[in-house]
Every structure is written in C-alpha cells, then in structure tokens.
C-alpha cells in the first residue's frame, strides 16, 4: 500500500497513538498522510505534540487534532501547539512518561488499569482514585487504546514482524499492540531471524514501504 491508502479510511474523531521520541521513530510520512486524508477532530496520543511544521506539528497547525495526550508538550519551536492550547483549540492530557509507556502497554495486554505511584500527591492525581499499599502512596491508572498506531520500524518481513532501529524502536511495540489498526512505514524487508523479532506481526495490519533517506 501507498502511505494516502493506508490511512484513507481513518474515522473522524478517532485516537491515533503516533510513534517516536522527537524524530528518533517518529513516522513522518504516515503523519502527512493522515493530514492529506482529511481525517479531523484527532485524539493524538504521542511522546510530544511536535515542533516546527511537520508531523503532529502540522497536524495541530491544520486544527484536525483536539486532544493531545503526551508527556512533553513543550519543546523548541512547538509553537503550533502553543498557539492552540492558549487559544482554547487543543486539550492536554499530560502524563508523566512512565504512566504515558505503561499505560498503553496495558491497553495491549489486556489489563483493566493498575496503582503507580507517580504522580501521587500532585495535581495530576486529582479526582483519581488512589491507595496506600505497604505505606507508599499509589495512584489508579487506565489503559490508553487506540483506533490507529502509526509506527516507523527498521524491517519487516512477508508476515509483517518488525525490528527496530536502536532509538527508533521507543513507543513502537506497545502502541501496534494497543491499537485497532496499525500501520507501519518501514525501510526495508526482509527475513528475520525468529529471535530478534520485537513486533509479531499478528499486531500489524498495513505496511508502507518507505526507504531510508540518504
């Protein structure tokens, strides 16, 4: 498939977990697409809400995102996002980035929710419940799911498993684990040694072939 019909048939209103931390994984090509497809009142769960003018970045600038769950919304020249929540267009979820990794873990794996003690005693524990466990203070945490996974893997081979490149790898399993649909852009394939598979291919549904840029 080519990245446009991969993404085609995406919902509005839809929650798409997008991989990569900052460019490190961050499948830029598949993020245009989205944008191209036209698909609008996003959910956008990720690492940051993006900098510059492209991926999430130029998705918030387009207003096709209305939510933003991520636990680094500010960086160098994230003006987009910036200028949105301000404005009023875009709400923050944030959530410290262990609870943001494991909680979209545990919305592949099936769990229901589970206490961590981040963020217990801050303002990102009000009006959640929370216990005391042998003394230390615990928070109540949901699984986060997703209707769409953008991700950028290293290779794929002819059953759709996937191995990362080294940083690159980040988000990437969890998030094909913790969506309905997941769509990867790769930059090769290949065999796959069995062992060093990271994602089975049973949590890929579309695969975009995109080389690496020079």
């Not at 209707?147 to 759709?160: M, P, S």
């Not at 940083?167 to 796959?192: H, Y």
């Amino acid at each position: 498939m080519n990245a446009l019909e991969a993404v085609a048939d995406t919902a509005d209103g839809s929650t798409v977990l997008i991989g990569g931390f900052g460019p490190a994984g961050e499948p830029v090509q598949l993020i245009e697409a989205l944008l191209d497809s036209g698909a609008k009142e996003l959910t956008v769960v990720s690492n940051n809400a993006g900098s510059g003018e492209t991926g999430i970045a130029a998705l918030i600038r387009e207003k096709r995102v209305v939510k933003i769950v991520c636990s680094y919304p500010r960086q160098v020249d994230s003006r987009h996002f910036d200028e949105a929540y301000r404005a009023g267009r875009l709400e923050l979820d944030l959530v410290p980035q262990g609870n943001l990794a494991e909680r979209i873990r545990a919305g592949g794996a099936g769990i229901g929710a589970f206490f961590t003690p981040t963020g217990y005693g801050t303002m990102l524990a009000e009006g959640k419940e929370t216990r005391v466990i042998d003394g230390k203070g615990y928070v109540l945490e949901y699984p986060i799911k997703g209707d769409l996974a953008l991700v950028k893997a290293h290779r794929a081979d002819r059953f759709g498993n996937l191995v990362y490149r080294k940083t690159g790898r980040n988000f990437g399993p969890i998030m094909a684990a913790a969506a309905t649909t997941t769509v990867v852009q790769v930059e090769e394939f290949g065999e796959i040694d069995p062992e060093h598979v990271v994602t089975p291919g049973i949590y890929v549904n579309r695969i975009v072939h995109i080389g690496r840029a020079a």
